[in-house]
């Protein structure tokens, strides 16, 4: 049983910065693939960023050069750095963990999110 905890979420002004957090328990013990995905109202789940076992990191075009995913491999925790957020950043965001060919998520696994509200 894996459990996902994301946090780091809340309101800001367009231009500002948030740091979320996601913590993977349970029953890790080998290097997995990590991933941010985020859901605005209405909206279907999109991919953000993702890091493989190898620490090869892929974005979203909509937020190349405004965010950075990292992992602490020691704590099975994932960041994302979200620097000059925009209105349309707005979402619940998600994690998820798996290997380089798939995630739980694609078994509709996944934690509760934090919510990310850009406005001003």
């Known amino acids: 049983q894996v459990q996902l905890v994301e946090s780091g979420g809340g309101l800001v002004q367009p231009g500002e910065s948030l740091r979320l957090s996601c913590v993977a328990s349970?029953?890790?013990?080998?290097?997995?693939?990590m991933a941010w995905f985020r859901q605005a109202p209405g909206k279907q789940r999109e991919l953000v960023a993702t890091?493989?076992?190898?620490?090869?990191?892929n974005y979203a075009d909509s937020v190349k050069g405004r965010f950075t995913i990292s992992r602490d491999a020691a704590k099975n925790s994932v960041y994302l750095q979200m620097n000059n957020l925009k209105p349309e950043d707005t979402a619940v965001y998600y994690c998820?963990?798996?290997?380089?060919?798939?995630?739980?998520?694609?078994?509709?696994?996944w934690g509760q999110g934090t919510q990310v509200t850009v406005s001003s």
């Open positions: 349970g029953s890790i013990f080998t290097m997995h693939a």
């Open positions: 998820n963990i798996g290997n380089d060919l798939g995630l739980l998520g694609d078994y509709g696994f």
């Open positions: 890091i493989t076992t190898q620490d090869k990191i």
